[in-house]
């Protein structure tokens, strides 16, 4: 079983909509939660973090995390052209360690 | 010069070469990282350095030797690689070290090995 789970995509997203990124991941004891962006060709930028169970929002970006069901997600309200990239969920499992999902492309279609 | 910087930006490389990966950040952190990107897989953390210490050694296979001589500067040795060694390597930096810090990666070597 992997670690982190992500669909890989693509998503296709219209432009002005909200795209929604999902992730679970195996460890219970797992304790904060990363959303990192990767444009093709560049390398990957940190976006969001989670700790608590709830949301947080960021700008356009909400994360939503439910340590109970073990998924953290991430939407992108009014999604632009420019969201277009992959998004990696990465998170800290219970030996502190930094696990990876393999990423959800996201294409932004005008 | 800003940021984490990677170099070479890509090389090709024979099973028998040796050649060696630079990383240099300029943003006065304690912890350097080495991870290796494939194609459609999750990122790797192979190598972690805090305070030029080797702190996590992912079961990296032999053939791939990191050094760290100070804080800003992060070397990965590669010799006798396979070629499904093929990959993005990526280097990244924190403040401390710690899984909650940010870290910030640099560009990426696309090593191909023949």
């Known amino acids: 079983q992997k670690e982190v789970e992500q669909n890989s995509g693509p998503l296709s997203v219209p432009e002005g909509a909200i795209a929604s990124l999902n992730c679970t991941y195996s460890?219970?004891?797992?304790?904060?939660f990363f959303w990192y962006r990767q444009y093709s060709g560049k390398s990957p930028e940190l976006i969001m973090f989670i700790y608590s169970n709830g949301d947080k929002e960021d700008g356009r970006f909400t994360a939503q995390l439910n340590k109970a069901s073990q998924y953290v997600s991430l939407l992108i309200r009014d999604s632009q052209p420019s969201d277009s990239a992959t998004y990696l969920c990465?998170?800290?499992?219970?030996?502190?360690?930094?696990?990876f999902g393999a990423g959800t492309q996201v294409v932004v279609t005008p | 010069e800003t940021g984490v910087t990677q170099t070479p930006r890509h090389l090709v490389m024979g099973m028998t070469n040796k050649k060696s990966l630079k990383c240099e950040q300029h943003?006065?952190?304690?912890?350097m990282y080495w991870y290796k990107q494939s194609a459609k897989k999750p990122l790797e953390l192979m190598f972690v350095?805090?305070?030029?210490?080797?702190?996590e050694n992912n079961s990296v296979p032999s053939r791939f030797s990191p050094e760290c001589p100070n804080s800003s500067h992060l070397f990965l040795h590669l010799h006798t690689l396979q070629p499904e060694d093929s990959a993005l390597y990526l280097c990244a930096s924190s403040q401390e070290g710690l899984v909650t810090d940010t870290q910030y990666f640099g560009p990426g070597t696309r090593l191909t090995v023949l």
């Open positions: 350095y805090n305070f030029k210490e080797q702190t």
């Open positions: 990465a998170v800290e499992d219970s030996w502190g360690k930094l696990q």
């Open positions: 460890d219970r004891g797992s304790q904060s």
């Open positions: 943003l006065g952190h304690n912890a």
